[in-house]
T-cell receptor, first 114, second 112 residues
Framework: EAGVTQFPSHSVIEKGQTVTLRCDPI?????LYWYRRVMGKEIKFLLH????????ESGMPNNRFLAERTGGTYSTLKVQPAELEDSGVYFC????????????FGNGTRLTVT | AQSVAQPEDQVNVAEGNPLTVKCTYS??????LFWYVQYPNRGLQFLLK??????LVKGSYGFEAEFNKSQTSFHLKKPSALVSDSALYFC??????????FGKGTKLSVIP
C-alpha cells in the first residue's frame, strides 16, 4: 500500500507570505493528524481529523493556521501570513483507528520562513 | 496533562553492544506507549507499542521495550546494536485521547 505522502518536501518563504502544505493519507484511513517539530524540540500535536471533521484542534498555535480536509481524503494546512517562528518540520500522519492504533507518518515538509 | 521525558539527547554505543534509550512518562489513566524511529529526511516509522498485557514488548528490527508502571518508564532496548540502528528515536504516550504526546527525541549513534 502507498504510504502517507506530503508535498512539498521543502518550502522556503518570506515572512508575511502564504504557504499551503498538502497531505495524502493512506487510503481508507479515516484519521488524519498534523504534527510539527521545531528544531530540536518535541513533536507537537496540531490537530486531528476524523474523515472531514476536525476532532481535536487544540494544538493549533493561532488563527494564522487553517487546516482542511474536504471530502475526507487529502488534507491541506495553510499558514497565512507566515512568521519566523513557524519554521519547522510539519508531519502528517494517518491511522485506521484511534487509541492504540499506530500512526503512519509522511516524510514531512520542512518549512523555512526567512 | 500528558508528558514524555527522554533524558538523553544523544546515546553513543559500540556496534555489537547492548543499547538502551530511556523514556519516562506522565499521564492520567492507563497509558499506551509507542516508540518511533526517524532516519534522515524521512518520516517517523513505528517500532513497537504497549497497550496492555505482557510488560515486555517486542518490535521491529530486534528492538524491545519494557513497560514499568511503578517507575513510569518505557525504555527501548536491543541486545546487540548495529551501525544501521543509528537514527533519531522518539517515545510517545497517549491515554484515551486521540493525540499522542512525543518526547524530544534521542539521537542514537552506533560506532563501528
Amino acid at each position: 500500500e502507498a504510504g502517507v505522502t506530503q508535498f512539498p518536501s521543502h518550502s522556503v518563504i518570506e515572512k508575511g507570505q502564504t504557504v499551503t502544505l498538502r497531505c495524502d493519507p493512506i487510503s481508507g484511513h479515516d484519521n488524519l493528524y498534523w504534527y510539527r517539530r521545531v528544531m530540536g524540540k518535541e513533536i507537537k500535536f496540531l490537530l486531528h481529523f476524523v474523515k472531514e471533521s476536525k476532532q481535536d484542534e487544540s494544538g493549533m498555535p493561532n488563527n494564522r493556521f487553517l487546516a482542511e480536509r474536504t471530502g475526507g481524503t487529502y488534507s491541506t494546512l495553510k499558514v497565512q501570513p507566515a512568521e519566523l517562528e513557524d519554521s519547522g518540520v510539519y508531519f502528517c500522519a494517518s491511522s485506521l483507528n484511534t487509541g492504540g492504533s499506530p500512526l503512519h507518518f509522511g516524510n514531512g515538509t520542512r518549512l523555512t520562513v526567512t | 496533562a500528558q508528558s514524555v521525558a527522554q533524558p538523553e539527547d544523544q546515546v553513543n554505543v559500540a556496534e555489537g553492544n547492548p543499547l538502551t534509550v530511556k523514556c519516562t512518562y506522565s499521564v492520567s489513566g492507563n497509558p499506551y506507549l509507542f516508540w518511533y524511529v526517524q532516519y534522515p529526511n524521512r518520516g517517523l516509522q513505528f517500532l513497537l507499542k504497549y497497550i496492555t498485557g505482557d510488560n515486555l514488548v517486542k518490535g521491529s528490527y530486534g528492538f524491545e521495550a519494557e513497560f514499568n508502571k511503578s517507575q513510569t518508564s518505557f525504555h527501548l532496548k536491543k541486545p546487540s546494536a548495529l551501525v544501521s540502528d543509528s537514527a533519531l528515536y522518539f517515545c510517545a504516550v497517549g491515554a484515551g485521547s486521540y493525540q499522542l504526546t512525543f518526547g524530544k527525541g534521542t539521537k542514537l549513534s552506533v560506532i563501528p
